[in-house]
């Protein structure tokens, strides 16, 4: 018997690919049954017109997945990302991962509400948890990843700790039919319901950076007396930072963002961004794995009775900030 050494996290998986006497010489030697190392798989997914902030949220996932293959040597883990963004892509790559027999797969959804089927057929030949996107719908075990109306409430939070005289606000995001932009907006509508700050209202740019900063621009005009900004998308905090620094109203006009862009983070350290919530990818990788190597050894005490694994988002301020920033350049593989 051929094995390798190590915790019981292995299976046993018939030969393939072995054909006339030298199948049969290995089938008398060792049997029709090998026992081999879990096969587990992380998909990322991307956006074409976001890949600046794509590329630093999945290499910080890809260094989770890292952890936790130095923490299993007996499992192979594999990350690979859809490059053209696009849920055709992913769905050529979840056949080709169950063409090959694959044990596990943590999966990020492009289009959830439409992928049910792929991840139920996956869902029926491997584990499959989905991580970032979910498609509670599905027959994946377990979420992965950031409650966005929990994030959109801790965004509403901090508005009233920037505004505690109120206010007029205005929201920027990219497409509001997103799922996690309407869950945000929603958690952030909740948390200031009631309070003495007021929305006016949410502005959209079609992902489209320029858009997104003229977004914020004629908002500066069409309403000089606003008191805060919050931009619910990775590239809307920098848009707005830029539109108020050339309208001269740094520390008049109060901005909250989303995600560790560089300018985003560079704003925050500065005074000009009161705050930014942060989203933790590393996390997402490192739990994913681990969860599906843990399942598929017959674990399955650490799926929430939800099937929600969530994983807080973090609010940086001004007196964090420099700490994050050591912290996230690792991360990302910088100095």
């Not at 989770?64 to 490059?83: M, S």
């Not at 950031?146 to 920027?172: H, S, W, Y």
Request: net charge neutral; with cysteine; proline share 5%.
């Amino acid at each position: 018997m051929i094995c390798w050494p190590g915790p019981r996290l292995l299976r046993f998986r018939p030969l393939a690919g072995l054909g006339g006497t030298a199948m049969e010489l290995f089938t008398q030697l060792f049997g029709n049954n090998v026992e081999m190392p879990l096969d587990l798989f992380y998909l990322a997914r991307s956006h074409a017109m976001t890949l600046p902030r794509d590329s630093d949220f999945w290499t910080i996932a890809r260094k989770g997945t890292e952890k936790a293959q130095a923490e299993l040597p007996n499992v192979k883990i594999e990350f690979r990302i859809n490059d053209d963004g696009s849920a055709a892509g992913q769905q050529r790559m979840v056949d080709d991962l169950l063409a090959k027999g694959v044990d596990g797969i943590a999966i990020s959804p492009v289009d959830p509400k439409n992928q049910v089927q792929m991840i139920n057929r996956a869902a029926s030949q491997a584990v499959v948890v989905t991580q970032d996107s979910d498609a509670p719908s599905s027959k994946r075990t377990c979420y992965i990843g950031t409650d966005n109306e929990a994030a959109g409430v801790q965004a509403g939070k901090l508005v009233k700790d920037a505004l505690p005289q109120g206010g007029q606000i205005m929201v920027f995001v990219g497409m509001l039919d997103a799922q996690n932009a309407q869950e945000r907006y929603r958690g952030l509508k909740k948390e200031l319901e009631g309070s003495n700050i007021k929305i006016i209202d949410i502005r959209t740019d079609e992902t489209i950076r320029v858009r997104a900063k003229d977004n914020a621009a004629t908002t500066l005009v069409n309403y000089p007396e606003i008191a805060g900004m919050v931009g619910l998308w990775s590239y809307n905090g920098p848009a707005i930072l830029s539109a108020v620094r050339e309208a001269g109203k740094i520390g008049k006009v109060k901005i909250v963002a989303f995600d560790e862009e560089d300018e985003t983070l560079a704003g925050v350290k500065e005074g000009a961004i009161y705050a930014t919530v942060v989203q933790q990818p590393f996390e997402f990788g490192y739990r994913s794995m681990i969860m599906l190597a843990k399942v598929i050894g017959g674990d399955k005490s650490g799926i929430p009775p939800s099937k929600l694994d969530i994983v807080p988002t973090l609010a940086i301020k001004k007196d964090d900030v420099e700490a994050f920033i050591v912290k996230i350049n690792k991360l990302r593989g910088r100095s």
